[in-house]
């Protein structure tokens, strides 16, 4: 019980820093005032806590959202489970090649959105299952 609960919380660790390091994204190392209230959140989206000053933003709106691509497509609710299935691999093949991403942003919003996190659910569940019949 032990090793599940910390191989959780390295996980949830491991994509708040992922998601922290994010273009776009602002982590600095400061040594802040002695006075400074370290418990009252800045309204800035900054957090302080003593020694470590964070920025926290929530994403954008995309400003592609419904609008078509040289095909006259937007993506929606199924490409969306796709592009969640495929997303490690282009994930990875976008290390090297940067024509290839594994967010389409010429999609339909929430629909398309929450197609991809199902398609991501999907592979977590799989690897899961794979894993857990090793066992």
């Not at 967010?103 to 197609?115: F, H, I, M, S, T």
């Not at 999907?122 to 899961?128: A, D, M, P, Q, W």
């Given at each position: ?9 390295l ?7 992922v998601?922290?390091?994010s ?60 592009h ?20 389409e ?27 857990g019949?090793?066992r």
């Amino acid at each position: 019980m032990k090793k599940k609960l910390f191989n959780f919380v390295l996980m949830a660790v491991m994509l708040v820093i992922v998601a922290g390091c994010s273009p776009g994204s602002v982590v600095q190392i400061n040594t802040p005032a002695p006075n400074a209230q370290a418990s009252t959140p800045a309204p800035n989206g900054q957090i302080n806590v003593p020694g470590v000053s964070i920025q926290i933003y929530a994403p954008g709106p995309n400003p592609l959202v419904n609008t078509a691509d040289a095909q006259d497509r937007i993506a929606g609710f199924l490409p969306g489970i796709w592009h969640g299935v495929i997303s490690p691999v282009t994930l990875v093949l976008s290390f090297f090649n940067k024509g290839v991403q594994m967010y389409e942003v010429r999609n339909d919003g929430n629909q398309y959105n929450l197609g991809f996190l199902i398609g991501v659910a999907i592979v977590f569940v799989l690897l899961g299952a794979l894993v857990g019949s090793r066992r």
